[in-house]
């Protein structure tokens, strides 16, 4: 064996294996994108969370993280790691875990997501569940901000208009919503022959009524059907989608409506469609879950019992 073959050459042994728990603080980083939400699910303060990711980037001799202003992204290596570790690390979360005490009741399931689209399909869906013993907590909220709070540890559960970016969080599609573009019958009937005569610029002379300024949904509906942009500034903004439909019912204007939300006033005539195309905006809607094996039967039932129903929304 030459030298420079020799075992006890300095240098030449294989580094150790990161640590079990610097491991596990890498993954929390990893799902929560901030040291600040790692800490919080951690239980560890964050000086602390940072300290052990920069021992762990020395031992690897590798960045993991690139600093945000908020939050951290993970680079490639990082992406290579968790893909690596997660599964053994949560399989072994899940065979440490505490187990459950005879009859002890599970905690709170936390779902979360938009409150016209809990209210109106998940609720009732999940209510065999709750006269069955499962406990819930819901809150609503905007996609974005719901899922930072999912990343933080704050929900189990959160149903999201967008699929969120990244490998961190699992997301499968949930539902599709098809938009339709309404009004109540005494504005339909002014509006039939205008509709049919000047198309949808004879609804600028309509009060609209909306979500919020800048028009999200209307402002989709304009582009995809009518592939023009919508110019009409809101006459009424409601940041609750029941509240646009009441509103609209008592004939306030006209507005674009998930048909979910508006299918009964649809079928009773209360609210009359004003356009029907063959190929309406649609938009999916996603179920995610929180990162890591669940140590909460309940949130697996919740999340199948939520699958299921929505095939007949």
Same mark, same amino acid.
């Given at each position: 064996m030459s030298q420079s073959d020799s075992p006890d050459r300095a240098g030449a042994a294989a580094p150790h294996p990161p640590d079990l728990n610097l491991l596990r603080t890498f993954l929390a980083v990893y799902r929560a994108g901030s040291f600040t939400g790692a800490a919080q699910l951690l239980g560890l303060s964050q000086p602390t969370v940072t300290?052990?990711?920069? =021992?762990? $980037?020395?031992?690897?001799?590798?960045?993991?993280?690139?600093?945000?202003?908020?939050?951290?992204?993970?680079?490639? !290596?990082?992406? $290579?790691l968790a893909a690596r570790v997660a599964p053994g690390l949560d399989l072994l979360a899940a065979a440490t875990g505490p187990d459950e005490e005879p009859g002890r009741t599970p905690a709170p399931v936390h779902l979360a997501g938009p409150a016209e689209?809990? +209210?109106?399909?998940? #609720?009732?869906?999940?209510?065999? #569940?709750?006269?069955?013993?499962? @406990?819930?907590?819901?809150?609503?909220?905007?996609?974005?901000a719901l899922l930072d709070e999912l990343r933080a540890g704050r929900h189990d559960l959160v149903v999201a208009t967008v699929r969120p970016r990244g490998r961190a969080l699992s997301a499968v599609p949930l539902t599709d919503e098809e938009f339709v573009l309404v009004a109540a019958p005494a504005w339909a009937e002014r509006l039939r022959e205008p509709l049919a005569a000047d198309g949808p610029s004879a609804l600028h002379r309509v009060p609209l009524v909306t979500y919020a300024e800048d028009l999200p949904i209307a402002r989709r509906y304009w582009r995809h !059907?009518?592939?023009?942009?919508?110019? +009409?500034?809101?006459?009424?903004?409601?940041?609750?989608? /029941?509240?646009?439909?009441?509103?609209?019912?008592?004939?306030?204007?006209?507005?674009?409506?998930? /048909?979910? #939300?508006?299918?009964?006033?649809?079928?009773?005539?209360?609210?009359?469609?004003?356009?029907?195309?063959?190929?309406?905006?649609?938009? =999916?809607?996603?179920?995610?879950?929180?990162?890591?094996?669940?140590?909460?039967?309940? !949130?697996?039932?919740? @999340? $199948?019992? &939520? &699958?299921?129903?929505? @095939?007949t929304w």
């Open positions: 300290t052990q990711m920069r =021992t762990l $980037e020395r031992q690897t001799g590798r960045e993991l993280f690139q600093r945000l202003p908020r939050g951290v992204a993970p680079t490639a !290596v990082a992406d $290579e689209f809990l +209210c109106t399909c998940a #609720l009732p869906a999940l209510a065999p #569940l709750v006269a069955d013993g499962v @406990r819930l907590r819901v809150a609503t909220g905007l996609t974005d !059907v009518f592939g023009r942009r919508l110019s +009409c500034p809101a006459a009424v903004t409601v940041p609750d989608l /029941r509240g646009v439909k009441a509103a609209v019912m008592a004939g306030a204007g006209f507005s674009v409506l998930p /048909r979910y #939300l508006c299918a009964e006033e649809l079928a009773a005539g209360s609210l009359v469609p004003l356009h029907e195309p063959d190929d309406p905006p649609i938009n =999916t809607a996603f179920l995610v879950q929180r990162p890591g094996v669940p140590d909460n039967p309940h !949130v697996t039932r919740v @999340r $199948e019992h &939520l &699958l299921r129903a929505a @095939r």
